[in-house]
């Protein structure tokens, strides 16, 4: 599987893995979006299996982290600043930035964050 392989690269560059918590379940009431929802929850699932797999195999650290906000804070001042438009993510002080970029760099800062839990509800975690 290539999750597999993608993840033995990634641990080949550390020890420690920063993954966001992905495992919440939005309910909706068309049955396309509850379809593409299950497809999209079975694929997390499968990813998340991987991941775990290939950590404690390798004896790596993974680190889950709060997914709330991280593609739409401003990685440079860590605040609900700048807008994502698409892949691109527009900074305050004017740099562009690729979205996932700036998205990775939130996660590695939430991970060190000690007032926002995996399970701190978003409305908490945009007042933090």
Known sequence: MIAFEAFHRIVDHGKEVRAEYLSKQFSSNKRWKAYNRMMASWAKGSVKEALESVCKARGSCLRVVNAAYTSQMDSNTRHLEGRRVGDKFYHVNGEVSHADTNAAV???????ETEITVFTPHKEVKAI
């Open 106 to 112: 939130n996660i590695e800062h939430r991970g060190d």
